[in-house]
T-cell receptor, first 114, second 115 residues
Framework: AQSVTQPDIHITVSEGASLELRCNYS??????LFWYVQSPGQGLQLLLK??????LVQGIKGFEAEFKRSQSSFNLRKPSVHWSDAAEYFC????????????FGTGTRLTIIP | GAGVSQSPSNKVTEKGKDVELRCDPI?????LYWYRQSLGQGLEFLIY????????KSGLPSDRFSAERTGGSVSTLTIQRTQQEDSAVYLC?????????????FGAGTRLSVL
């Protein structure tokens, strides 16, 4: 069965500092990987996705993530965070045709301090 | 519409009552998903509709939960005889088709509170 682990429940970062949110997955084949962001009272917005090809993917809002098959990881990074980045971040894995549902991690809540 | 629309945005009900949650997907999207987000939990898959195919109901937690999708568009999630543990945010998503190469677009959700 597929699963996603986000080991950090809550992270606090100073505005302007760099950010890395961890995500580890378990999946028996080549995974499709996603990062979503959820602001309070809002639905989920896709930040970026990995399907195949280049293991470093760029997303919206200056985010990027790197797929490392050997470590079963898909960590999200941003070189300099903004106060508006405060939100809940979810990593998800899916398997393509015949397995379209997404399996989400429990999320990491990001707090930005001045 | 421009995005996935869910109604109501909030629903308060008494234990034992039935509730219906509605999802209006993005026009042209053939796939529709329901997820549940409980406090402190990630999102839990409930059910998936793809075109005219039989839905994948593997995530429904009990037979009190059911969903239908009429005309390949609007979907209704029904919870019968609600229990307090059903309190959660119910999120709907839609996509052009299967997951491969496609992206799920989420609505803002319905927050269900069972008293």
């Amino acid at each position: 069965a597929q699963s996603v682990t986000q080991p950090d429940i809550h992270i606090t970062v100073s505005e302007g500092a760099s950010l890395e949110l961890r995500c580890n997955y378990s999946y028996g084949a080549t995974p499709y990987l996603f990062w979503y962001v959820q602001s309070p009272g809002q639905g989920l917005q896709l930040l970026l996705k990995y399907f195949s090809g280049d293991t470093l993917v760029q997303g919206i809002k200056g985010f990027e993530a790197e797929f490392k098959r050997s470590q079963s990881s898909f960590n999200l990074r941003k070189p300099s965070v903004h106060w508006s980045d405060a939100a809940e971040y979810f990593c998800a894995v899916g398997g393509g045709f015949g397995n379209e549902k997404l399996t989400f991690g429990t999320g990491t809540r990001l707090t930005i301090i001045p | 519409g421009a995005g996935v629309s869910q109604s109501p945005s909030n629903k308060v009900t008494e234990k034992g009552k039935d509730v219906e949650l509605r999802c209006d997907p993005i026009s042209g999207h053939t796939a529709l998903y329901w997820y549940r987000q409980s406090l402190g939990q990630g999102l839990e898959f409930l059910i998936y509709f793809q075109g005219n195919s039989a839905p994948d109901k593997s995530g429904l937690p009990s037979d009190r939960f059911s969903a239908e999708r009429t005309g390949g568009s609007v979907s209704t999630l029904t919870i019968q005889r609600t229990q307090q543990e059903d309190s959660a945010v119910y999120l709907c998503a839609s996509s052009f088709g299967g997951l491969a190469k496609n992206i799920q677009y989420f609505g803002a959700g319905t927050r269900l509170s069972v008293l």
